[in-house]
């Protein structure tokens, strides 16, 4: 059964740093491109970060390149976002999310709110 469990969520200040973490299950972990997804109220969900299978790169949104640093480990069937200079825009659901090198399979978590307000 494949299991995707986000956490690290929660309420910061503008300027501050959080990190989310998901760890996963039931499937291949270290085959797989692992990404962090985001849906803001009343908006569509958007790509964040990816980090593809080798964990020797990693693929960032615009709006989060320089801010947000996404890592895995693959030892540990873990991926990670690192969230810096948050900012009341970067507020939402985010989601983990695995998907297959030929994209035949695509695993969602159930969401981590992050909220940045002070």
């Known amino acids: 059964q494949v299991q995707l469990v986000e956490s690290g969520g929660g309420l910061v200040q503008p300027g501050k740093s959080l990190t989310l973490s998901c760890e996963a299950s039931?499937?291949?972990?270290?085959?797989?491109?692992m990404s962090w997804y985001r849906q803001a109220p009343g908006k569509e969900r958007e790509l964040v970060a990816t980090?593809?299978?080798?964990?020797?790169?990693?693929n960032y949104a615009d709006s989060v390149k320089g801010r947000f640093t996404v890592s895995r480990d693959n030892a540990y069937n873990a991926v990670y976002l690192q969230m810096n200079s948050l900012t009341p825009e970067d507020t939402a659901v985010y989601f983990c999310n695995a998907r297959s090198p030929r994209g035949e399979y695509d695993y969602w978590g159930q969401g981590t709110q992050v909220t940045v307000s002070s």
């Open positions: 039931g499937f291949t972990f270290s085959a797989y491109y």
């Open positions: 980090s593809t299978p080798a964990a020797g790169s990693a």
